[in-house]
């Protein structure tokens, strides 16, 4: 089992940035590739962005790339989601979530359905 816990969320204007962190405690000995999801009250849950547990590899969707960055620090259990140029439509519940993914290190996941863990999520609300 893993446990992940979001933080960083809160209520930033447009234009700003805010950094979520993700902390990931319990089997943390294996391998996960690390993905970022959004979403809005009834709305599904929607992809923003992936690393492979290498972190050589990265993947975003189309609507943060050039102004999100994920990154991890596995020493430190933990992944980020930079977040610049906010925009009031990003505005959502944020959840990281991790894939086992074994000795396949550079493998990442846009979808949903190959998340095993997630966290409780974190609130970012940009103002206009």
């Known amino acids: 089992q893993v446990q992940l816990v979001e933080s960083g969320g809160g209520l930033v204007q447009a234009g700003g940035s805010l950094r979520l962190s993700c902390a990931a405690s319990?089997?943390?000995?294996?391998?996960?590739?690390m993905g970022w999801f959004r979403q809005v009250i009834g709305k599904e849950r929607e992809f923003v962005a992936a690393?492979?547990?290498?972190?050589?590899?990265?993947t975003y969707a189309h609507s943060v790339k050039g102004r999100f960055t994920i990154s991890g620090d596995n020493a430190k259990n933990t992944v980020y989601l930079q977040m610049n140029s906010l925009k009031p439509e990003d505005t959502a519940v944020y959840y990281c979530?991790?894939?086992?993914?074994?000795?396949?290190?550079?493998?990442?996941?846009?979808?949903?359905?190959?998340?095993?863990?997630w966290g409780q999520g974190t609130q970012v609300t940009v103002s206009s």
């Open positions: 690393i492979s547990w290498s972190g050589s590899n990265t």
């Open positions: 319990g089997r943390t000995f294996s391998s996960y590739a």
């Open positions: 979530a991790a894939a086992p993914v074994g000795f396949r290190s550079y493998l990442y996941y846009s979808d949903l359905r190959d998340y095993d863990y």
